[in-house]
């Protein structure tokens, strides 16, 4: 057994260490026919020994790369620990991602292997294959199953080779490349060490040392972005906590029924999506209930900005507590229940989260944790403690990061956890890396006076008025998607006279008050371009942003009759704006 009081020193000693120590304890279930299945911490250990031997038998040598392409299921997590243990270093693929954006990252990473999910993302390397002749093996999920008997009789053949192979690791090799998701240009191929992610987890588990084995966790967000990886990944195998998969982006609300997660990695995208749910609920209701429970939705956010300790925000009167007392038993016990009933955490990432969003959540009794990263970073350089948030926030920088504010606003990092460089870019990595190891986000942020972190924006997407006035546009975006009829916002700008928007309306609440207003248009379309809703998204624009200067003001907004997507290449697979494109895309529009 391994003393579990020792940090390890490469992913190869976590995997052991947590198959050893936590042997019995269910950790990877996906949905089987109609329930989710688990397998044991000693089963996948077996499975990912078994994998490692067919690696070994095939010759990939230490250091090698191997590619994985496809969507979250125990295959991919086997993958990617078996080539740990091999000293192979995977590089995850989005499984979005069309044939001629893998063509480029496999041509600069040059891996000899990838494994893929299903026929769908294997024809997609069939469709590049004459150019990418150093691949020399394809497999799909199901071959790994049969690479995982041939590695068993191999290392009966061998039974000394894997434990002689594992430990052989050291904590500055790099253990995997990933591929920024290139929301400001091309992507480049992050360079991760055993010791850049054994930081990350050890220190994710000294700000949460009540999160244990009894953990279960729900993974939708793609294992391919460096978040998911680690804290829906690595972290809960450092516990020995479960790890139960999605069927799909589609499937998130049912998936937690069956679940029933007491943690879970988000993105802002499924919080709105939440509350949007929330707030569509009160339209089945009777008139009595429903003004209840709008009025119970109203006190939650209240007490979450309390909570949430928003600057003004005042507690809640005696009435309102012995209210709010009411209102958990009656309404907020139960959206607690839709959510599995027994979540202890929402931890979100990958972009900025409303304060007033995150007070619903709080107030409802889903406490939600913002916290801040980049792939570069493992990620988590800052996060919000569990029972003290604080909204508006990225939290307490983590134990043993450094931050300070450079004199232009962005913010330096420097830790373990900090990429070893670019793949094969040392001019980029110069870049953005010192000498003596402070990393340059590209955010601009500031520290609080009782020390937390606060991004404001990154630094590439400041917009520069001709009038020479700079606007940042992350914070103005978040007020706008604070209405409920806009669900998606883009602020441009940049060498123009004034502000303008583009805006992605929330169409199932813009339908149901054209429905009241009785405007009579049937396609999404019309009502993008109808009149009285152009009055109504201008009341919308200048009610949440009253208060700004007015050089930040919007005069110009376009409606668009569709949301932004991955797709479409307006999104990250991570659901983050890439506002290169979409500048590019409808600049002419607002023009």
Request: charged residues 25%; aromatic residues 8%.
């Amino acid at each position: 057994m391994f003393d579990p009081t020792k940090p390890p020193s490469t992913l190869a000693e976590l995997g052991q260490r947590s198959f050893a120590n936590f042997a019995s304890r269910p950790y990877l279930g996906q949905k089987i026919g109609k329930e989710y299945q688990f397998s044991t911490y000693e089963q996948i250990g077996a499975r990912v020994k078994n994998l490692a031997g067919a690696f070994l038998e095939l010759g990939l040598e230490r250091g090698a790369r191997v590619a994985i392409l496809g969507e979250n299921a125990p295959a991919w997590a086997i993958c990617d620990l078996a080539c740990q243990m091999c000293g192979l270093v995977s590089v995850p693929l989005f499984s979005t991602l069309p044939s001629g954006q893998i063509k480029t990252i496999l041509l600069d990473c040059r891996p000899d292997a990838i494994l893929v999910s299903d026929a769908k993302q294997s024809a997609k390397i069939t469709e590049i294959a004459g150019e990418i002749p150093f691949l020399k093996h394809v497999w799909s999920y199901d071959d790994a199953r049969k690479l995982e008997e041939r590695g068993a009789a191999f290392l009966a053949q061998n039974p000394s080779l894997y434990e002689q192979t594992w430990p052989a690791a050291y904590a500055n090799d790099v253990a995997t490349i990933i591929y920024t998701s290139g929301t400001t240009g091309t992507p480049k191929g992050v360079m991760l060490t055993h010791k850049n992610l054994v930081a990350n987890v050890e220190v994710i588990s000294q700000v949460a040392p009540h999160l244990n084995e009894n953990e279960v966790f729900l993974s939708f967000l793609p294992l391919a972005h460096v978040y998911e990886r680690t804290a829906g990944h690595f972290f809960p195998l450092r516990i020995g906590a479960s790890v139960g998969y999605c069927e799909s982006l589609f499937t998130v609300d049912k998936n937690m029924a069956e679940v029933r997660p007491t943690v879970m990695a988000c993105v802002p995208r499924l919080y709105e999506s939440s509350r949007e749910k929330l707030l569509s609920a009160a339209n089945s209701l009777p008139e009595n209930k429903r003004k209840l429970y709008l009025t119970a939705l109203d006190l939650a956010k209240k007490a979450g900005m309390h909570k949430g300790k928003v600057q003004g925000a005042p507690a809640l009167s005696l009435l309102e507590k012995l209210k709010y007392a009411l209102y958990d038993k009656l309404v907020y016990s139960k959206i607690r229940a839709k959510f599995g009933g027994r979540l202890k955490h929402f931890i979100s990432g990958g972009a900025p989260i409303a304060p007033e969003l995150g007070a619903l959540f709080i107030g409802v009794g889903l406490e939600t944790l913002e916290g801040y990263g980049l792939t570069e970073t493992s990620p988590v350089l800052a996060v919000n403690r569990p029972g003290n948030p604080r909204l508006g926030t990225v939290g307490h920088p983590m134990p043993g990061v450094e931050i300070k504010i450079a004199d232009d606003g962005e913010i330096l990092a420097r830790g373990a956890s900090i990429m070893k460089g670019y793949w094969e870019k040392p001019e980029e990595t110069a870049q953005v890396l010192t000498r003596d190891g402070w990393f340059h986000t590209g955010d601009i942020g500031q520290i609080l006076g009782d020390g937390t972190l606060q991004i404001t924006d990154r630094k590439k997407d400041l917009l520069v008025l001709a009038n020479g006035k700079k606007v940042a546009p992350q914070p103005i975006e978040i007020r706008l998607q604070e209405s409920r009829y806009i669900a998606q916002a883009v602020l441009l700008g940049d060498k123009l006279k004034a502000v303008t928007a583009i805006l992605v309306p929330n169409f199932p609440a813009l339908r149901e008050w054209a429905a009241k207003e009785n405007l009579g248009v049937s396609t999404d379309e019309e009502l993008a371009k109808n009149a009285e809703i152009l009055k109504l998204f201008r009341r919308e624009i200048d009610l949440q942003t009253s208060d700004l200067a007015d050089f930040e003001k919007i005069r110009k907004f376009v409606l668009l009759p569709e949301p932004f997507s991955a797709q479409n290449g307006e999104l990250t697979p991570t659901l983050k704006v890439k506002r290169n494109v979409v500048a590019a895309k409808y600049g002419e529009l607002v023009a």
